[in-house]
């Protein structure tokens, strides 16, 4: 009885433990400003701004296509607002319309030549069709326009890691941090990079400082889980796995490592 008590006790600790994204960018909580945001619209059916707040809010519950004709709505009523052309170029991105999105990220660095942030965009797009020059040279002109912007930092890393440039990419993932000390995405792709050079020890540190910054980061669990296979940790890389597993159940690739970690011995 008394385990059983415990046990209640521990489940209900933990549930207070949950980081507060879990109930603040809920699904359900969307749903209720989206129902708001429906009447507010009827009530003033020629507001942009209400059709641009409506249409991101949908992007955020993955309702892409009611997304995008809220952002055309938008658009019909203030032609010219670059922000509504940086929201239907993310959505496009994310919808793999990667023709539109291209355009669209060109659209707003036309009306506003300073916005770094869809130079990073638009890079995006450049390095997921493979253009890794045409997506250097966005992230160097988002730079150039903010040097103090983290995120260009960690996707020109991302391409110089591609093009097999380790040392560059090392230096603008550490750059990165530098400028923002909670950019789990730097220490993920840092610890990616230090692999390749077989530079493990120093990997799993930050795969460590990813995953303290982010406790569901699957790809850090699943990449330490790697990593400490090839240190053969093997306890350590299945437990690694079972995690990201358990964050992921679609994690194909962690539940065959599970199963040929069965032909190891645990520590």
């Given at each position: 009885?008394?385990?059983?008590?415990?046990?209640?006790?521990?489940?209900?600790?933990?549930?207070?433990?949950?980081?507060?994204?879990?109930?603040?960018?809920?699904?359900?909580?969307?749903?209720?400003?989206?129902?708001?945001?429906?009447?507010?619209?009827?009530?003033?059916?020629?507001?942009?701004?209400?059709?641009?707040?409506?249409?991101?809010?949908?992007?955020?519950?993955?309702?892409?296509?009611?997304?995008?004709?809220?952002?055309?709505?938008?658009?019909?009523?203030?032609?010219?607002?670059?922000?509504?052309?940086?929201?239907?170029?993310r959505t496009q991105y994310v919808m793999r319309n990667y023709d539109n999105s291209l355009e669209?990220?060109?659209?707003?660095?036309?009306?506003?030549?300073?916005?770094?942030?869809?130079?990073?965009?638009?890079?995006?797009?450049?390095?997921?069709?493979?253009?890794?020059?045409?997506?250097?040279?966005?992230?160097?002109?988002?730079?150039?326009?903010?040097?103090?912007?983290?995120?260009?930092?960690?996707?020109?890393?991302?391409?110089?890691?591609?093009?097999?440039?380790?040392?560059?990419?090392?230096?603008?993932y550490t750059k990165a941090l530098k400028l923002d000390e909670y950019a789990s995405d730097a220490?993920?792709?840092?610890?990616?990079?230090?692999?390749?050079?077989?530079?493990?020890?120093?990997?799993?540190?930050?795969?460590?400082?990813?995953?303290?910054?982010?406790?569901?980061?699957?790809?850090?669990?699943?990449?330490?889980?790697?990593?400490?296979?090839?240190?053969?940790?093997?306890?350590?890389?299945?437990?690694?796995?079972?995690?990201?597993?358990?964050?992921?159940?679609?994690?194909?690739?962690?539940?065959?490592?599970?199963i040929e970690l069965q032909d190891y011995v645990v520590e």
């Amino acid at each position: 009885m008394k385990k059983i008590l415990a046990t209640i006790v521990l489940l209900i600790l933990c549930s207070f433990c949950l980081p507060s994204y879990s109930y603040d960018h809920s699904d359900f909580q969307l749903i209720k400003q989206l129902r708001k945001y429906n009447k507010k619209i009827d009530r003033n059916p020629n507001s942009a701004k209400l059709y641009n707040q409506r249409g991101y809010l949908n992007f955020l519950i993955g309702n892409y296509d009611d997304a995008l004709d809220d952002y055309d709505n938008a658009k019909r009523l203030e032609p010219d607002n670059s922000d509504i052309y940086y929201n239907i170029a993310r959505t496009q991105y994310v919808m793999r319309n990667y023709d539109n999105s291209l355009e669209n990220y060109t659209k707003v660095i036309h009306l506003k030549p300073k916005d770094a942030k869809s130079y990073v965009g638009r890079g995006l797009v450049k390095e997921t069709c493979g253009n890794l020059q045409g997506a250097k040279e966005d992230y160097n002109k988002a730079i150039k326009i903010n040097k103090r912007y983290a995120q260009a930092y960690i996707n020109r890393g991302v391409v110089e890691d591609k093009e097999k440039n380790y040392d560059a990419a090392i230096a603008d993932y550490t750059k990165a941090l530098k400028l923002d000390e909670y950019a789990s995405d730097a220490y993920y792709n840092r610890g990616l990079t230090l692999c390749k050079l077989k530079r493990y020890e120093e990997a799993i540190k930050d795969y460590d400082a990813a995953i303290a910054l982010d406790g569901f980061y699957e790809l850090a669990y699943f990449h330490r889980g790697q990593t400490y296979f090839i240190l053969k940790k093997y306890e350590k890389s299945r437990l690694d796995f079972i995690k990201a597993l358990d964050i992921n159940p679609k994690n194909d690739e962690a539940r065959e490592k599970l199963i040929e970690l069965q032909d190891y011995v645990v520590e």
